[in-house]
């Protein structure tokens, strides 16, 4: 009678352990889903706003140029020149930085936290 209630008690145990990790395997492939949509539109509005970014800037930037240019004298346009050439570039620097720091932004970070966390209480039974 004694082996019955043991053999139903592990059946139990394997049971909820089947049940739980089904359960985290469903539950981190919704997390990872989720996170691929959003990483999905990041990249598309990382891509419309660069490019949006890039036409604009360099509309603006070059009749705003040609216009100041034209108000000097001269003599002084070569200077002029120079120096908005200057600042453009420093301009660029700006935001080659802050696009760079967007590309390395890790993908899919909250599904790679849970599952290191998930191996790390995996390995506690190892």
Same mark, same amino acid.
């Given at each position: ?6 053999? =139903?008690? +592990? @059946?139990?145990? #394997?049971?909820? /352990?089947?049940?739980? =990790? ?5 539950? &981190? ?11 999905? !539109? &990041? ?17 603006? #930037?070059?009749?705003? =140029? !040609?216009? /100041? /240019? ?6 002084? %346009?070569?200077?002029? #020149? !120079?120096?908005?050439? /200057?600042?453009? +570039?420093? @301009? !660029? ?21 849970? +599952? &290191?966390?998930? %191996?790390?209480? +995996?390995?506690?039974?190892?």
């Amino acid at each position: 009678m004694s082996d019955n209630n043991h053999t =139903t008690g +592990l @059946g139990t145990l #394997a049971s909820r /352990i089947g049940k739980t =990790t089904l359960g985290a395997l469903t539950n &981190r492939g919704e997390l990872l889903a989720v996170e691929w949509q959003q990483e999905k !539109a &990041r990249l598309t509005q990382l891509l419309i706003l660069s490019v949006g970014l890039m036409f604009l800037g360099m509309m603006g #930037a070059l009749l705003l =140029t !040609a216009t /100041i /240019i034209y108000l000097f004298h001269e003599e002084y %346009r070569l200077y002029v #020149a !120079a120096g908005f050439t /200057i600042l453009y +570039l420093g @301009g !660029a620097g700006f935001v080659f930085f802050k696009l760079n720091k967007l590309v390395k932004e890790e993908p899919f970070s909250e599904t790679l936290k849970q +599952l &290191r966390k998930d %191996r790390s209480l +995996l390995d506690v039974f190892e």
